[in-house]
């Protein structure tokens, strides 16, 4: 069980390790949290972005589910980065993927807070850039999943 003064954020995207560290510090600053709850698969935002089975999304809600009921996470970080190998396609797109997934679990969870960012290299440094989070707000309507 966690102590109440445990606070945490959730974090979903790549697993690539590199990122994980820039990823923390944001959702910690961000959200104003100790801990972030990952969710990670190689790729996650292309996984996300392109028609995911219900599986995949079951398993993505229920791991949310626990992040926000559980440890009353404050908020999801959706992320995506340069240079990877589970989505590999230009940044651009990367970045679209990006955007598309947040819209997505927009749609699984609308009332989390859900902030898109990309993830690049800056002079050896992870750098990380939020995106235009409007652009996925608009959801049409509910997935129904069980």
């Not at 697993?15 to 944001?26: L, T």
């Not at 959200?31 to 996650?44: H, L, V």
């Not at 679990?105 to 995106?131: C, Y």
Request: glycine share 8%.
């Amino acid at each position: 069980m966690t102590d109440i003064s445990d606070t945490f954020f959730t974090s979903i995207g790549c697993m690539d390790g590199r990122i994980q560290s820039a990823v923390a510090s944001f959702g910690k600053t961000r959200f104003g949290a100790k801990y972030p709850d990952t969710i990670t698969e190689a790729g996650m935002v292309g996984i996300l972005s392109h028609k995911p089975s219900k599986a995949i999304l079951n398993g993505v809600k229920n791991k949310i589910l626990i992040s926000v009921k559980h440890h009353h996470s404050k908020g999801i970080v959706v992320h995506g980065h340069e240079q990877c190998a589970g989505n590999p396609v230009s940044d651009d797109q990367q970045i679209k993927d990006i955007i598309e997934a947040a819209r997505v679990l927009k749609e699984l969870e609308p009332g989390v807070d859900i902030v898109p960012v990309f993830i690049a290299r800056k002079n050896n440094t992870w750098k990380i850039q939020e995106l235009e989070s409007a652009s996925f707000k608009k959801t049409a309507h509910v997935l129904n999943l069980y």
